[in-house]
């Protein structure tokens, strides 16, 4: 699978660090924990209610125009079309292979990399704008589907900027999978016919 090499980087990352994949250090060292106030240092509570207004912006990121992307690469058109429903129905196989690249790309994969291992890290070469650079890595990070970039840079303020200010990569890993549970709810209702 093409992105579970972004998993595989980050354990061996943090095995070469931390000398362990022990859960308690690996939660640490990617802020696997929940947001914490930058005023306070309190952890969890309300902060987690920051999902619901970033989730509402990266929807409406979606609604912004876009650069013209190839049909074969859009999974909204595909599992609209009669093709796409007529494969995916009852197709319990290929609904499970989906839903792995879901997981390993935006769970286990991206958000793990980019704001969990990366971020906590960037400090030392950015300071205080680390989070401005972390945005822009991901960026070209997508340079491989150029329509999408804009779109990315917005990354910055929705996933960037809270895993920097409230010390986890749980709101980026929340607001980058809404479009995934999206996406998996489609597949199964195709899947079920």
Known sequence: MAV????????????REQGTLRWAVVKQALWLQPPQSPKSSRRGGWLWLLILPL???AWAREMLP???????????????????????????RWYAVMIVMFVFNTILGEELLFRGFLVPRMNRAFGRWDWVANGLYFTVYHLHVPWALPGRLLSLVLLCYPAKRYRTALLGIAVHSVQTV??????LTLVLG
Do not use: H, T
């Open 55 to 57: 989730a509402v912006l």
């Open 182 to 187: 999206f996406f998996a709810v489609i597949g």
């Open 4 to 15: 579970v090499w972004q998993f595989v980087l980050v354990m061996g990352l943090v095995r």
């Open 66 to 92: 876009k650069l013209p992307a190839p049909e074969s690469r859009d999974l909204g058109l595909f599992l609209s079309s009669d093709l796409g429903q007529s494969f995916l129905s009852g197709n319990w």
